[in-house]
């Protein structure tokens, strides 16, 4: 069956400190892989888009991979912030349509 | 720029019941999906409309119906509610094959 699995235990950070965030994926040939993220009860705010033939994209402090071949992708927060704290969502799509699979999302608690 | 709308904000319902929810999407957007959320998990993808026809559907019951207006706005109807329909359910607006998705805030159904 298809899954897209992030860590579901919150990540506790120091500011300052990088967080890297992990989403495995299994039984998906994703043409991209997105990263969401979500405020307590808001709704999710785009971040960052990786398309499957690119291996990595920076947008300000933020880093994600992409690795088709052991599946998974990791999205780095360097220079952690307090603010930087939410749930962060990994979504996969299949086609160029906009149709996302999510991930159950993993809490990130920037501590100053 | 208002950015995508919905509602209304919560909306509280009893088992049986039929329910409307409304979206406007983001200012020259075309495509407008719904997406399920349950407490602790991340959305599930209901379906999509694009030039007023569903174009995708996920794993939902007929239960699950919507509509979309020539002005891009969208309604989501579930009949027969029962307990496991409360959720937040999210709309999220695109353009074209740009894939990044803009959310709502969501409408928090509550059914008793």
């Known amino acids: 069956s298809q899954k897209i699995e992030q860590n579901s235990e919150a990540l506790n950070i120091q500011e300052g400190k990088t967080a890297t965030l992990t989403c495995n994926y299994t039984?998906?040939?994703?043409?991209?892989l997105q990263w969401y993220r979500q405020d307590p009860g808001r709704g999710p705010v785009f971040l960052l888009l990786i398309r499957e033939n690119e291996k990595e994209k920076r947008k300000e402090r933020l880093k994600v991979t992409f690795d088709t071949t052991l599946k998974q992708s990791l999205f780095h927060i360097t220079a952690s912030q307090p603010a930087d704290s939410a749930t962060y969502l990994c979504?996969?799509?299949?086609?160029?349509?906009?149709?996302?699979?999510f991930g159950a999302g993993t809490q990130v608690v920037v501590t100053p | 720029d208002a950015g995508v709308t919905q509602s209304p904000t919560h909306l509280i319902k009893t088992r049986g019941q039929q329910v409307t929810l409304r979206c406007s999407p983001k200012?020259?957007?075309?495509?407008v999906s719904w997406y399920q959320q349950a407490l602790g998990q991340g959305p599930q993808f209901i379906f999509q409309y694009y030039e007023e026809e569903e174009r995708q559907r996920g794993n939902f019951p007929d239960r699950f119906s919507g509509h979309q207006f020539p002005n891009y706005s969208s309604e989501l109807n579930v009949n027969a509610l029962w307990l496991g329909d409360s959720a937040l359910y999210l709309c999220?607006?695109?353009?074209?094959?740009?894939?990044?998705?803009?959310f709502g805030p969501g409408t928090r159904l509550t059914v008793l």
């Open positions: 979504a996969l799509s299949t086609d160029s349509w906009g149709k996302l699979q």
């Open positions: 999220a607006s695109s353009y074209g094959t740009n894939n990044e998705q803009f």
């Open positions: 200012s020259g957007h075309d495509t």
């Open positions: 039984n998906y040939s994703p043409a991209y």
